[in-house]
Nanobody, 119 residues
Framework: QLQASGGGLVQAGGSLRLSCAASGTIFSINVMGWYRQAPGKQRELVASITSDNSTNYLASVKGRLTISRDDAKNTVYLQMNSLKFEDTAVYYC???????????????WGRGTQVTVSS
């Protein structure tokens, strides 16, 4: 399972760091990512990172948010700087996990963590 943490209330221009740790029997993790969903809007991909550390970002967060991973801890991070009011949303992490060498890949989702940016 995935456990996300680090959300909270911050003023515009401030910073937060989200963490999401995978637990249980894991052989490998391929892509890990962060999505967000604001009230009345669809869930959108914020950032993703592959097993070889290739990253992809939503255009509106480039240069402000940075995704990283620590494979020794099965954890993905989202460093959020220069936060804007429009970054307010529930943030969800996910991971594509292989439980054994020959098994299929499962996509797991963490519970959301609220990020609120006050203007």
């Amino acid at each position: 399972q995935l456990q996300a943490s680090g959300g909270g209330l911050v003023q515009a221009g401030g910073s937060l760091r989200l963490s999401c740790a995978a637990s249980g029997t894991i052989f490998s993790i391929n892509v890990m990512g962060w999505y967000r969903q604001a009230p009345g809007k669809q869930r959108e991909l914020v950032a993703s990172i592959t097993s070889d550390n290739s990253t992809n970002y939503l255009a509106s967060v480039k240069g402000r948010l940075t995704i990283s991973r620590d494979d020794a801890k099965n954890t993905v991070y989202l460093q959020m700087n220069s936060l804007k009011f429009e970054d307010t949303a529930v943030y969800y992490c996910n991971a594509d996990v292989r439980l054994n060498p020959l098994g299929p890949i499962f996509r797991y989702w963490g519970r959301g963590t609220q990020v609120t940016v006050s203007s």
